[in-house]
């Protein structure tokens, strides 16, 4: 499986983006589709999950209540709606596949896709 992220750019503080990540290849039941995010010389960190065949939905503590994720079977899209973002939410957003229930780990995840890059002014 393979997926391409999509849909970052410049926003101010309050404003919102929407996300994107494609995906090709065979989805199996059993998978986690997540968004992690990277910062300068930060690691890269957990922002959200979805379950793609239940639709379970986790976020990360930062992101909770401003960001949502959802995912269209039909078109093997993920989505991240970003709204009241922050400067601190200013990263490259990945996404990438785990067929792991430790969802929030990096290391579980694979076939990352492409970043694209998000900038939040102040």
């Known amino acids: 499986v393979q997926l391409q992220a999509s849909g970052g750019g410049l926003v101010q503080a309050g404003g919102s983006l929407r996300l994107s990540c494609s995906i090709s290849g065979h989805i199996f039941s059993n998978y986690i589709m997540g968004w992690f995010r990277q910062a300068p010389g930060k690691e890269r960190e957990f922002a959200a999950a979805i379950n793609w065949s239940g639709g379970s939905t986790y976020y990360a503590d930062s992101v909770r209540g401003r960001f949502t994720i959802s995912r269209d079977n039909a078109k093997s899209t993920m989505y991240l709606q970003m709204n009241g973002l922050k400067p601190e939410d200013t990263a490259v957003y990945y996404c990438?596949?785990?067929?792991?229930?430790?969802?929030?780990?990096?290391?579980?995840?694979?076939?990352w896709g492409q970043g694209t890059q998000v900038t939040v002014s102040s």
């Open positions: 990438a596949v785990t067929s792991s229930s430790y969802y929030r780990l990096v290391p579980n995840y694979h076939n």
